[in-house]
């Protein structure tokens, strides 16, 4: 069946309702994003003008604090493993609106607001990869890639809506804003806890998300750890460096509108596009995703305001098919608990970051020694239609590999 008729098919099918502890979870997904990002994006102005740190410092705290919240991931599936899946979501509610309770009298003490963000990173590690798990805990397949597309809509709304939700506290009346973020925390927190028990919680021996087919765990093709460190290493340079290159050339109302449209469009199109995506073979997301980035990668170093803002659609294009199939290829190649697998997929997503945050620095610095910084959307562009390449290749070679293990005679007469 081609692609097309198979999202066709699956579209004729009425999408399965909703269910109670479904929509709580995604209501408290935003709540939870728009609660942090009324907070977090503004720490490096925080923690150097209010409390005096010098950059170097603050950059080493942001480093160490990304690093807890991304590699700190791979502990969810021990820690779900054990506790289960509502307890690991308490647990991390718990640490998050401590972390942000303790920000208030951090307010004039580095130590403390240091040990504040650190709680809150850690908070953040165990909460997504358990969130996800207890999302798809008992889901079809057929059912994931709504789930996991609403789930990131829901994520993508709160993280849109914080910052300026919270611009006229942060500097004026900072205590106020961390005490209605901690009250936050605590009611979503309250709320999860009236929540049923996931497969861990139940006592059950493997997970209850929908079973994992040997044909799909043992097929060929890239690793979905390695597509996910690639993925975001690509999309991290438009991340990072968008606003160094679209200010001077626009003004800072159009790059705030560039990244409010880029929010909507996610929150917008994720779902609408959850089918299709998931219809798709991995080898297919892989040219389409990194295709639409490195054409976004290129209007934008076109300029100008159009240039950015078709870039900014097609970047989101490309974030939507390939976070989305990493994610739904991780589930269906593990037989682990999907905690266990998010948690891998957060840690991947973290190497990736990181990557891009060393070899964008050095990048763009030599484009702008060369004379011009849309070398550097040039180079990013080259790098996104490699990626694919590089990573189709390394399958083709795997398969072929195989097939010589399987039939080294025939190989040989073949080549004969």
């Known amino acids: 069946m081609t692609v097309g008729r198979t999202a066709r098919a699956r579209a004729a099918r009425p999408p399965l309702p909703l269910t109670g502890p479904q929509r709580f979870l995604l209501a408290g997904s935003f709540l939870i994003t728009l609660g942090s990002f009324a907070v977090l994006p503004y720490m490096s102005v925080l923690l150097h003008q209010r409390l005096g740190l010098g950059l170097g410092t603050v950059g080493l705290v942001l480093a160490v604090a990304s690093l807890i919240q991304f590699a700190g991931g791979v502990v969810a599936g021990p820690v779900t493993g054990r506790i289960g899946l509502r307890r690991a979501m308490l647990l991390a509610l718990a640490l998050r609106t401590a972390g942000f309770a303790a920000f208030v009298p951090g307010l004039t003490s580095p130590v403390l607001a240091v040990g504040a963000l650190l709680l809150v990173s850690a908070g953040a590690a165990l909460y997504l990869p358990a969130n996800k798990a207890y999302l798809v805990d008992g889901a079809s397949e057929e059912q994931r890639p709504r789930l996991l597309a609403a789930s990131g809509s829901a994520f993508n709304a709160g993280m849109a809506l914080g910052p300026p939700a919270a611009a006229p506290l942060v500097m004026g009346s900072p205590g106020v804003l961390f005490s209605c973020v901690t009250v936050l925390f605590a009611l979503v927190g309250a709320g999860h806890a009236l929540l049923p028990p996931g497969a861990a919680d139940r006592g059950d021996d493997t997970p209850a998300a929908a079973p994992v087919r040997a044909s799909d765990a043992a097929r060929p093709g890239p690793s979905p750890f390695v597509v996910t460190v690639l993925s975001v290493y690509a999309f991290m340079f438009f991340q990072h460096y968008l606003a160094l290159y679209a200010v001077p050339r626009t003004s800072a109302a159009f790059y705030g509108a560039v990244l409010t449209g880029y929010a909507a469009l996610l929150v917008v199109a994720q779902p609408l596009l959850a089918e299709r995506v998931a219809?798709?073979?991995?080898?297919?997301?892989?040219?389409?995703?990194?295709?639409?980035?490195a054409v976004g990668m290129a209007a934008i170093g076109a300029g100008g305001h159009a240039g950015i803002a078709v870039g900014g659609a097609?970047?989101?294009?490309?974030?939507?098919?390939?976070?989305?199939?990493?994610?739904?290829?991780?589930?269906?190649?593990?037989?682990?608990?999907?905690?266990?697998?998010?948690?891998?997929?957060?840690?991947?997503?973290?190497?990736?970051?990181?990557?891009?945050?060393?070899?964008?620095?050095?990048?763009y610095g030599a484009a702008e020694s060369a004379g011009s910084a849309r070398w550097?959307?040039?180079?990013?562009?080259?790098?996104?239609?490699?990626?694919?390449?590089?990573?189709?290749?390394?399958?083709?070679?795997?398969?072929?590999?195989?097939?010589?293990?399987?039939?080294?005679?025939?190989?040989?007469?073949?080549?004969?």
């Not at 219809?279 to 639409?292: E, K, M, Q």
């Open 376 to 416: 550097f959307w040039a180079a990013v562009c080259l790098q996104c239609l490699l990626l694919p390449v590089f990573l189709l290749h390394r399958r083709t070679r795997a398969r072929a590999r195989r097939r010589t293990a399987r039939d080294p005679e025939g190989s040989r007469a073949a080549a004969d």
């Open 314 to 363: 097609l970047l989101c294009l490309g974030e939507i098919v390939l976070f989305l199939k990493n994610d739904l290829e991780a589930l269906a190649r593990s037989a682990a608990a999907p905690a266990s697998v998010f948690g891998r997929q957060r840690l991947a997503a973290g190497i990736g970051a990181f990557a891009s945050g060393v070899v964008g620095g050095q990048l």
């Open 279 to 293: 219809a798709l073979s991995y080898p297919a997301a892989l040219r389409w995703g990194f295709g639409a980035m």
